[in-house]
Nanobody, 127 residues
Framework: QVQLVESGGGLVQAGGSLRLSCAAS????????MGWFRQAPGKEREFVAA????????YYADSVKGRFTISRDNAKNTVYLQMNSLKPEDTAVYYC????????????????????WGQGTQVTVSS
Protein backbone atom coordinates (compact mmCIF):
# COMPACT_ATOMS: atom_id res chain seq x y z
CA GLN A 1 0.00 0.00 0.00
CA VAL A 2 1.15 3.51 -0.78
CA GLN A 3 0.46 6.38 1.60
CA LEU A 4 -0.35 9.53 -0.33
CA VAL A 5 -0.39 13.01 1.16
CA GLU A 6 -1.66 16.01 -0.79
CA SER A 7 -0.62 19.57 -0.05
CA GLY A 8 -0.73 23.00 -1.62
CA GLY A 9 -4.43 23.72 -1.45
CA GLY A 10 -5.84 26.98 -0.18
CA LEU A 11 -7.91 30.03 -0.95
CA VAL A 12 -7.20 31.93 -4.16
CA GLN A 13 -8.97 34.55 -6.23
CA ALA A 14 -10.37 33.73 -9.63
CA GLY A 15 -7.61 33.91 -12.22
CA GLY A 16 -4.98 32.88 -9.73
CA SER A 17 -2.77 29.80 -9.53
CA LEU A 18 -2.00 27.00 -7.13
CA ARG A 19 0.30 24.01 -7.31
CA LEU A 20 -0.78 20.84 -5.60
CA SER A 21 1.70 18.20 -4.56
CA CYS A 22 1.13 14.54 -3.82
CA ALA A 23 3.94 12.92 -1.88
CA ALA A 24 4.15 9.18 -1.39
CA SER A 25 5.62 7.03 1.32
CA UNK A 26 5.74 3.33 1.91
CA UNK A 27 6.40 2.41 -1.70
CA UNK A 28 7.82 4.04 -4.79
CA UNK A 29 5.38 5.70 -7.17
CA UNK A 30 7.68 5.35 -10.15
CA UNK A 31 5.93 2.24 -11.53
CA UNK A 32 2.39 3.54 -11.18
CA UNK A 33 0.06 5.71 -13.17
CA MET A 34 -1.22 8.57 -11.04
CA GLY A 35 -4.38 10.61 -11.14
CA TRP A 36 -5.95 13.70 -9.67
CA PHE A 37 -9.65 13.79 -8.92
CA ARG A 38 -11.85 16.36 -7.20
CA GLN A 39 -15.14 16.47 -5.38
CA ALA A 40 -17.23 19.57 -4.85
CA PRO A 41 -19.94 19.75 -2.17
CA GLY A 42 -23.03 17.84 -3.24
CA LYS A 43 -21.34 16.45 -6.33
CA GLU A 44 -19.73 13.18 -7.29
CA ARG A 45 -15.99 12.77 -7.47
CA GLU A 46 -14.73 13.64 -10.93
CA PHE A 47 -11.59 13.08 -12.93
CA VAL A 48 -9.20 15.99 -13.32
CA ALA A 49 -5.92 14.70 -14.76
CA ALA A 50 -3.76 11.60 -15.01
CA UNK A 51 -0.22 10.71 -15.96
CA UNK A 52 1.40 7.42 -16.89
CA UNK A 53 4.32 5.95 -14.99
CA UNK A 54 7.04 7.66 -17.03
CA UNK A 55 5.31 10.99 -17.48
CA UNK A 56 5.26 10.61 -21.25
CA UNK A 57 1.48 10.62 -21.50
CA UNK A 58 -0.96 12.93 -19.75
CA TYR A 59 -4.75 13.16 -19.79
CA TYR A 60 -7.12 15.94 -18.76
CA ALA A 61 -10.78 16.55 -18.23
CA ASP A 62 -12.16 18.95 -20.81
CA SER A 63 -13.02 21.41 -18.04
CA VAL A 64 -9.35 21.89 -17.08
CA LYS A 65 -7.56 21.33 -20.37
CA GLY A 66 -5.24 24.20 -21.15
CA ARG A 67 -5.32 25.47 -17.57
CA PHE A 68 -4.01 22.56 -15.48
CA THR A 69 -0.80 20.59 -15.91
CA ILE A 70 0.00 17.27 -14.28
CA SER A 71 3.61 16.24 -13.85
CA ARG A 72 5.72 13.91 -11.78
CA ASP A 73 9.19 13.64 -10.30
CA ASN A 74 9.83 9.96 -9.72
CA ALA A 75 13.13 10.71 -7.99
CA LYS A 76 11.18 12.69 -5.38
CA ASN A 77 8.26 10.24 -5.33
CA THR A 78 5.92 13.16 -5.96
CA VAL A 79 3.20 14.11 -8.41
CA TYR A 80 2.12 17.67 -9.07
CA LEU A 81 -0.91 19.49 -10.38
CA GLN A 82 -0.24 23.03 -11.55
CA MET A 83 -3.52 24.92 -11.71
CA ASN A 84 -3.66 28.24 -13.55
CA SER A 85 -6.51 30.58 -14.45
CA LEU A 86 -8.57 29.17 -11.63
CA LYS A 87 -12.32 29.58 -11.68
CA PRO A 88 -14.87 29.44 -8.85
CA GLU A 89 -16.15 26.18 -10.33
CA ASP A 90 -12.76 24.62 -9.61
CA THR A 91 -13.57 24.81 -5.89
CA ALA A 92 -13.41 21.28 -4.50
CA VAL A 93 -11.42 18.84 -2.42
CA TYR A 94 -8.63 17.51 -4.63
CA TYR A 95 -7.40 13.94 -4.26
CA CYS A 96 -4.44 12.16 -5.75
CA UNK A 97 -4.57 8.46 -6.43
CA UNK A 98 -2.25 5.65 -7.49
CA UNK A 99 -3.05 2.88 -9.96
CA UNK A 100 -1.04 -0.22 -9.09
CA UNK A 101 -0.86 -1.41 -12.68
CA UNK A 102 2.88 -1.53 -13.27
CA UNK A 103 4.41 0.45 -16.14
CA UNK A 104 1.14 1.09 -17.91
CA UNK A 105 1.47 2.91 -21.22
CA UNK A 106 -1.60 4.98 -20.40
CA UNK A 107 -3.44 6.31 -17.35
CA UNK A 108 -7.10 5.96 -16.55
CA UNK A 109 -9.77 8.61 -15.98
CA UNK A 110 -11.86 6.06 -14.07
CA UNK A 111 -11.61 6.34 -10.29
CA UNK A 112 -12.38 2.63 -9.95
CA UNK A 113 -9.02 1.84 -11.54
CA UNK A 114 -7.10 3.47 -8.68
CA UNK A 115 -6.00 1.60 -5.60
CA UNK A 116 -4.63 4.13 -3.14
CA TRP A 117 -5.98 7.57 -2.31
CA GLY A 118 -4.80 10.54 -0.32
CA GLN A 119 -6.88 12.37 2.24
CA GLY A 120 -7.48 15.35 -0.03
CA THR A 121 -6.64 19.04 0.01
CA GLN A 122 -9.20 21.83 -0.17
CA VAL A 123 -9.04 24.32 -3.04
CA THR A 124 -11.34 27.33 -2.81
CA VAL A 125 -11.55 29.88 -5.61
CA SER A 126 -13.32 33.14 -4.82
CA SER A 127 -14.99 35.26 -7.47
Amino acid sequence: QVQLVESGGGLVQAGGSLRLSCAASGRTLSRYAMGWFRQAPGKEREFVAAINWSGSRTYYADSVKGRFTISRDNAKNTVYLQMNSLKPEDTAVYYCAADHTYYSYSASNNSNEYDDWGQGTQVTVSS
